[in-house]
């Protein structure tokens, strides 16, 4: 099946310092990827959504300018926490579309704990 | 913006019992998911329901999506420790809309079955 790779799991930072996490979808091209935060115990909050070779639409609340996006091919999202803050550690999430179907499939990465010192 | 209620928040039952989680919404979804997340991994399809009135049944998951298409529940016959896990239900958030993507999650259901 569909597999979405997500790198690093894990990553402990310095508070100042910035974080790339990568998406990558492994055997299918992925239309559109969506970037998530989740917070212990709790649900799934979306933050942005990401297309290839355009910018990524934030959802209102979301820094744009520290919580950068690129999506440069049909295969590979990132995400990069800016001057990264102990506030800002959390599971980050990405899911890719497949297709461009109605009902088309998503599927999710594994995740990456953020953990800010 | 759509809003998913999902109830209850915490579930904690011994094994061999039955339990039911609810995702309720005042708006009408033309599909809803269902996802079990363990920690520290991202959360995996159960099942997709796009009919109102619609019922899947996945081994011991059973799983309803209400017939005005504004509610869906899931059904654990004879909880199992494997079924321990992060539930939650999901819908486009356009509303009425169909599956672009972009996701609405409830808050969850923490489900501890204990052996």
């Known amino acids: 099946g569909a597999v979405v790779s997500q790198h690093p799991s894990w990553v402990i930072c310095k508070s100042g310092t910035s974080v790339k996490i990568e998406c990558r979808s492994l055997?299918?091209?992925?239309?559109?990827m969506f970037w998530y935060r989740q917070f212990p115990k709790q649900s799934l909050m979306l933050m942005a959504t990401s297309n290839e070779g355009s910018k990524a639409t934030y959802e209102q609340g979301v820094e744009k300018d520290k919580f950068l996006i690129n999506h440069a091919s049909l295969t590979l999202s990132t995400l990069t926490v800016t001057s990264a803050h102990p506030e800002d550690s959390s599971f980050y999430i990405c899911?890719?579309?497949?297709?461009?179907?109605?009902?088309?499939?998503?599927?999710f990465g594994n995740g990456t704990r953020l953990t800010v010192t | 913006t759509q809003l998913l209620e999902q109830s209850p928040q915490f579930l904690s039952i011994q094994e061999g019992e039955n339990l039911t989680v609810y995702c309720n919404s005042s708006s009408v979804f033309s599909s809803l998911q269902w996802y079990r997340q363990e920690p520290g991994e991202g959360p995996v399809l159960l099942v997709t329901?796009?009919?109102?009135?619609e019922v899947k049944k996945l081994k011991r998951l059973t799983f309803q999506f209400g017939d005005a298409r504004k509610d869906s529940s899931l059904h654990i016959t004879a909880a199992q420790p494997g079924d321990t896990g992060l539930y939650l239900c999901?819908?486009?958030?356009?509303?009425?809309?169909?599956?672009?993507?972009?996701?609405?999650f409830g808050q969850g259901t923490i489900l501890t079955v204990h052996p």
């Open positions: 055997d299918f091209q992925a239309t559109t």
């Open positions: 999901a819908g486009p958030r356009a509303p009425g809309g169909t599956s672009y993507g972009k996701l609405t």
């Open positions: 329901v796009v009919t109102g009135g």
């Open positions: 899911s890719a579309r497949e297709g461009w179907g109605s009902h088309s499939p998503l599927h």
